[in-house]
């Protein structure tokens, strides 16, 4: 993530850096095959080692996505893709939504290339989190998932800077 911010604050969470703490509710989560079979780069099963290895080797680009009142509920990133999971108990609550809003506006504010994400076709509840963001799809993909060791259809979506403006 560019400028990556000390945390930001919606009504709902609070977006900050991962911690050590933070690796017994990302194992939790992600040890579900739920939720890393739509995700590219979680293995099942998902230990607290590889929680460990994500929070000191690969959350550069990614933040804890935490309930006001503590939990942790999810990661967002925002490099050269838009990347996110929410824990299956917060499916369905908008977290993902509310989560990338401030973390699109801090983008565009500063930058005018567009945001690529994608998702995979039977993931139902991201493509709506896209689709209410303003991403729209511009085709079809194979997505290589590390929990399942193959290919699976997806949708390559992207969000400009101007679309963003029109719905903000």
């Given at each position: ?46 230990l607290q ?102 290919e699976i ?16």
């Amino acid at each position: 993530m560019k400028h990556l911010p000390p945390s930001i604050q919606t009504r709902r969470l609070i977006l900050r850096p991962f911690g050590p703490s933070d690796a017994p509710a990302i194992a939790a989560a992600l040890n579900d095959p739920q939720m890393s079979r739509g995700l590219l780069m979680v293995p099942f099963p998902y230990l607290q080692a590889d929680a460990e290895w994500f929070i000191a080797e690969g959350a550069q680009d990614a933040l804890a996505v935490c309930l006001k009142d503590g939990p942790l509920v999810g990661a967002m990133g925002l490099g050269n893709t838009l990347g996110y999971w929410i824990a299956k108990e917060h499916w369905g609550m908008g977290y993902a939504t509310e989560a990338a809003k401030p973390l699109l506006t801090q983008h565009f504010s500063s930058f005018d290339t567009p945001v690529k994400s994608s998702y995979i076709d039977d993931n139902h509840g991201s493509a709506r989190v896209l689709e209410k963001l303003g991403f729209e799809i511009v085709g079809n993909t194979l997505l290589q998932i590390k929990s399942r060791n193959a290919e699976i259809a997806g949708k390559s979506v992207v969000l400009t800077k101007q679309r963003w403006e029109q719905l903000t």
